[in-house]
């Protein structure tokens, strides 16, 4: 069993940057592709970023590229998502996730689930 546990949500002006944390405890992250997946007030959850067990192969939506990085640190059991240049349409509850290969976790099919950490970005 994994929990995961997300944290540094806030609210920021657009513009700003944070970086999100999830903490894993449990079975070892090293075992999963993690990734983020954000959801918006009246909307579907979304697949944002994802990144292979051993960090080298990452991936992200197009709406984020270029301006959010996925990283991770087996060794402290964690994963991270920096982003910069946030815009009011980044405004969502960020949920952290694993699975057992990075093509499942983009397609949603993820074995571990955090319970979200709130970003509100103002404008």
């Known amino acids: 069993q994994v929990q995961l546990v997300e944290s540094g949500g806030g609210l920021v002006r657009a513009g700003a940057s944070l970086t999100l944390s999830c903490a894993a405890s449990g079975r070892m992250l090293a075992e999963y592709s993690m990734g983020w997946f954000r959801q918006a007030p009246g909307k579907e959850r979304e697949f944002v970023a994802v990144v292979s067990w051993g960090g080298g192969t990452t991936s992200y939506t197009a709406a984020v590229q270029g301006r959010f990085y996925i990283s991770r640190d087996n060794a402290k059991n964690a994963v991270y998502l920096e982003m910069n240049a946030l815009k009011p349409e980044d405004t969502a509850v960020y949920y952290c996730?694993?699975?057992?290969?990075?093509?499942?976790?983009?397609?949603?099919?993820?074995?571990?689930w955090g319970q979200g950490t709130q970003v509100t970005v103002s404008s």
């Open positions: 996730a694993a699975a057992i290969s990075s093509a499942r976790l983009t397609r949603g099919q993820c074995d571990y």
